[in-house]
């Protein structure tokens, strides 16, 4: 097993869980924040802040793109809206995967492997897919069991839980009754 992975994280609340599970294995995940679908940016900077209190109570190393990179996420997905996710996986994990190879980690990983909103099976064939480009371990673990836990425990913590995924359409989504009721239709 590996022993250290470079572990791409979205946010405060979802790092808790797997941080405990893949130390609980002996693994010693050091986080990378580079998320430019979230929007707003103070939406950006709130997620940052969360991350930080997070590294700082629970002593994880984290590496930080600090740039705010909406215009690349939007050039990327614009007239592929409907497939925004795959996009937003693909931008982040790639940069994780080139990150951690560039480092000498011999591992990457994701926390968005612990929501149960995220399309797991996409993220996990994403992520072994760009191990094999990268020459690098892809560490897959399921963390969904652990979701309403860590989710208590961010409580408990008083770390910021947002309310969306994160990118413009994600907030959309979250604040648009009548789209959330016109989708729930069509599914």
Same mark, same amino acid.
């Given at each position: 097993m590996e022993r250290k !992975?470079?572990?791409?994280?979205?946010? +405060?609340? $979802?790092?808790?869980y797997p941080l405990r599970v893949l130390r609980g294995e002996g693994v010693e995940p050091v986080g990378f924040f580079y998320n430019p679908n979230i929007h707003p940016y103070r939406e950006f900077r709130r997620r940052m802040a969360a991350l930080r209190e997070v590294a700082e109570k629970r002593d994880l190393e984290v590496i930080w793109h600090r740039?705010? +990179?909406? %215009?690349?996420?939007?050039?990327? !997905? !614009?007239? %592929?809206?409907?497939? %925004?996710?795959e996009v937003c996986y693909y931008l982040r994990l790639r940069e994780t995967a080139r990150l951690a190879r560039s480092l000498g980690y011999p591992a990457?990983?994701?926390?968005?492997?612990?929501s149960p909103f995220q399309k797991h099976e996409l993220l996990r064939d994403m992520g072994e897919e760009l191990a094999r480009r990268f020459g690098i371990a892809f560490l897959y673990r399921d963390f %969904?069991?652990?979701y309403r836990r860590g989710q208590k425990e961010a409580l408990e913590l008083g770390i910021y839980r947002q309310a969306y995924c994160g $990118?413009?359409?994600s907030e959309e989504e979250r604040y648009d009754k009548k789209l959330r009721r016109r989708r729930r239709g069509s599914s």
């Open positions: !992975v470079l572990l791409h994280t979205c946010c +405060g609340p $979802c790092t808790l740039d705010y +990179g909406l %215009r690349e996420f939007l050039r990327e !997905v !614009v007239f %592929r809206e409907e497939d %925004r996710c990457f990983s994701t926390t968005l492997l612990y %969904r069991e652990g $990118c413009i359409f």
